[in-house]
Each structure stands twice: as structure tokens, then as C-alpha cells.
T-cell receptor
Framework: DGGITQSPKYLFRKEGQNVTLSCEQN?????MYWYRQDPGQGLRLIYY???????QKGDIAEGYSVSREKKESFPLTVTSAQKNPTAFYLC??????????????FGPGTRLLVL | GDSVTQMEGPVTLSEEAFLTINCTYT??????LFWYVQYPGEGLQLLLK?????DKGSNKGFEATYRKETTSFHLEKGSVQVSDSAVYFC????????????FGKGTKLSVIP
């Protein structure tokens, strides 16, 4: 079955630690995205990538980093510079059209908690 | 900039009641509009979408019509079920090469038997 997988489902971070969230898709989509979701809030875009080895900052990129070495994979690192990392992180992917009509498909999410 | 405003929740309905969740937007371009649903502990699933004025998106008994004159995309369902309990997000993509979705804050729906 085609889809998006995220791992782990739960992740615990200690103070000063960097952690990496995994996102893999087998939908053959060119574009991938990372969103952060806080309770009672909508989703906010962290980073997105339209092509391998290229990515752009979203609205809340500070304290995060990404890489896109393979089309299928778009890992997100939450660095120690992110002072309030507790949130639900969602990865998404879509085809790459210019119309803006593309549907973004979401993974099941990773919940990050600070110890 | 782009923004989406949804009605505040939570919304509690009895089974078989009529559902409306209001959504209005502001956008710089000619946006595409989406409704996503999130069940507890899960990611978002596309519920329906509309890409031009007067289009009606529909899925699983849910409907929403793209109203450009009122900049609205209200979600409706004639008879809700307990299994419809979830958080519903309205979102837009302003188009013209933009890949960013702008989301509303979500509306939590609880359906009681």
C-alpha cells in the first residue's frame, strides 16, 4: 500500500539534546512538508522541499533542520535551540504542480515530549 | 497574508443531527479550499476539496461549496454518526505556485448516541 510512514510514534527529548524524526513516503511524490501542531491550534509549516537536495523554510523554521537526500525521505531534526519542542509533528507529501490544487497527504504523526 | 477562520468548538451533537462548521478565508490569489479530518491520535485525512468558485466537494455524506462572493467554504452533513467524532480543519492553498497550506485552528466535533 502506498502511503507515508513516520517514526517513532512517541519521542522523548532531554534538555540540550537533538532528536530526529523520520518521514518516508512511497507515493512517488516530489514535494514533502513538515508541520507542527499544538493543542487547539492549526498546523504551522516548518520546512518544505520540492526536490531532492533542496528545501525552504516555512513559518516556524527556527530551531529545526531538515535534509532531502532521497526523494522518499525527509527527516526533521529538532535541535537544542528549539526551546519549546513539545508538539505533534506531521509530515506530508504531494505531487508537484503549479496550480496549487494538489492534495497534501499526511502521515500518522510523531508526538514529541520533553523530559 | 492568507488566513482561515473556523467556528470555535467544541461542537456536541446528537446522532442524526445536522452539522454545519463555518469556514471563511482571506487569500491573495485564487485559492483551492480543503477540509481535512483528524481522528484522535492520528494524522490528517483529506475529507473533500474544491478548486474553483461554485464547486461542491463531497465525500462520506459531507459537503462544502466554494463561495467566492462570501469567501466561505462551510462544511455540512445531513445526519452525523458517532464515528464522525473528530477534529475538522479548513485549509487553503492560494495557488500561483504556492505549495503552502494555510490551516484554520480546527473544530472538535463530538457526536453522542
Amino acid at each position: 500500500d502506498g502511503g507515508i510512514t513516520q517514526s517513532p510514534k512517541y519521542l522523548f527529548r532531554k534538555e540540550g539534546q537533538n532528536v530526529t524524526l523520520s518521514c518516508e513516503q512511497n507515493l512517488n511524490h516530489d514535494a514533502m512538508y513538515w508541520y507542527r501542531q499544538d493543542p487547539g491550534q492549526g498546523l504551522r509549516l516548518i520546512y518544505y522541499s520540492q526536490i531532492v537536495n533542496d528545501f525552504q523554510k516555512g513559518d516556524i523554521a527556527e530551531g529545526y533542520s531538515v535534509s532531502r537526500e532521497k526523494k522518499e525521505s525527509f527527516p526533521l531534526t529538532v535541535t537544542s535551540a528549539q526551546k519549546n519542542p513539545t508538539a505533534f509533528y506531521l509530515c506530508a507529501s504531494s505531487t508537484l504542480l503549479t496550480s496549487g490544487r494538489e492534495t497534501q497527504y499526511f502521515g500518522p504523526g510523531t508526538r514529541l515530549l520533553v523530559l | 497574508g492568507d488566513s482561515v477562520t473556523q467556528m470555535e468548538g467544541p461542537v456536541t451533537l446528537s446522532e442524526e443531527a445536522f452539522l454545519t462548521i463555518n469556514c471563511t478565508y482571506t487569500a491573495t490569489g485564487y485559492p483551492s479550499l480543503f477540509w481535512y479530518v483528524q481522528y484522535p491520535g492520528e494524522g490528517l485525512q483529506l475529507l473533500l476539496k474544491a478548486t474553483k468558485a461554485d464547486d461542491k466537494g463531497s465525500n462520506k455524506g459531507f459537503e462544502a461549496t466554494y463561495r467566492k462572493e462570501t469567501t466561505s467554504f462551510h462544511l455540512e452533513k445531513g445526519s452525523v454518526q458517532v464515528s464522525d467524532s473528530a477534529v475538522y480543519f479548513c485549509a487553503l492553498n492560494s495557488g500561483a505556485g504556492s505549495y503552502q497550506l494555510t490551516f484554520g485552528k480546527g473544530t472538535k466535533l463530538s457526536v453522542i448516541p
